[in-house]
């Protein structure tokens, strides 16, 4: 799976929107682009995914680039419960096929 | 639909007991997966499953072992627990069979594991 690279903490304010940005530039082409977050003592909680058109879905957006080297995940109205560790993932579109965890972004919301 | 559940949430263990971390989902999902998470880091995958009666090893298999003997249960056993063995433990499963191949994974609320 193609490493990933996230900012380590990012801060946004509330309701506003939070753009989480993720490198991935040795993407290939059979890749998805995963995103999970983790709130504090929770288990993992998936967001959304994506190939290469730009995704929407109740909780997220996510826009990839044309190249599909780097990818934002867009909370659009943030709250004060999305502080969370938002993990970028990428990952063959197998079924079964393992989540490889990096160490994410910190994302704080502030009132 | 309680989706992945996982007990216990807590436990300590002296170094050298074992125990089972139990795990089930009521989604009918065949795969399933257990990580750990030490804190600061983010989740290692110890091991999967992707149907009754088959399991794998992940990245850190040592000191564990699984069952799948249904689809609904993937049970963790540690059997001569160590220190290096606290962390915090993470089942998940996800739809196997699918055209599309790419299902998400569904977590479990975790087991909080201390070994002294």
């Known amino acids: 799976d193609a490493k990933t690279t996230q900012p380590t903490s990012m801060d946004c304010a509330e309701g506003r929107a939070a753009n989480l940005p993720c490198n991935h530039s040795?993407?290939?082409?059979?890749?998805?682009v995963y995103w999970y977050r983790q709130i504090h003592s929770q288990g993992p909680q998936y967001i959304i995914h994506?190939?290469?058109n730009n995704e929407t879905n109740e909780m997220a957006s996510l826009i990839i680039t044309e190249d599909r080297k780097s990818s934002t995940l867009i909370l659009p109205h943030a709250t004060l419960r999305d502080t969370a560790v938002y993990y970028c993932?990428?990952?063959?579109?197998?079924?079964?096929?393992?989540?490889?965890f990096g160490e994410g972004t910190q994302l704080t919301v502030n009132p | 639909n309680a989706g992945v559940t996982q007990t216990p949430k807590f436990r300590i263990l002296k170094i050298g007991q074992s125990m089972t971390l139990q795990c089930t989902q009521d989604m009918n999902h065949n795969y399933m997966y257990w990580y750990r998470q030490d804190p600061g880091m983010g989740l290692k995958l110890i091991y999967y499953?992707?149907?009754?009666?088959?399991?794998d090893k992940g990245e850190v298999p040592n000191g564990y072992n699984v069952s799948r003997s249904t689809t609904e249960d993937f049970p963790l056993r540690l059997e001569l627990a160590a220190p290096s063995q606290t962390s915090v433990y993470f089942c998940a499963s996800s739809h196997g069979q699918s055209v599309l191949g790419n299902q998400p994974q569904h977590f479990g609320d975790g087991t909080r594991l201390s070994i002294l």
């Open positions: 040795t993407i290939s082409g059979n890749e998805y």
């Open positions: 993932i990428v990952r063959v579109g197998t079924s079964g096929s393992r989540l490889t």
């Open positions: 994506g190939l290469k």
């Open positions: 499953s992707v149907g009754a009666g088959i399991t």
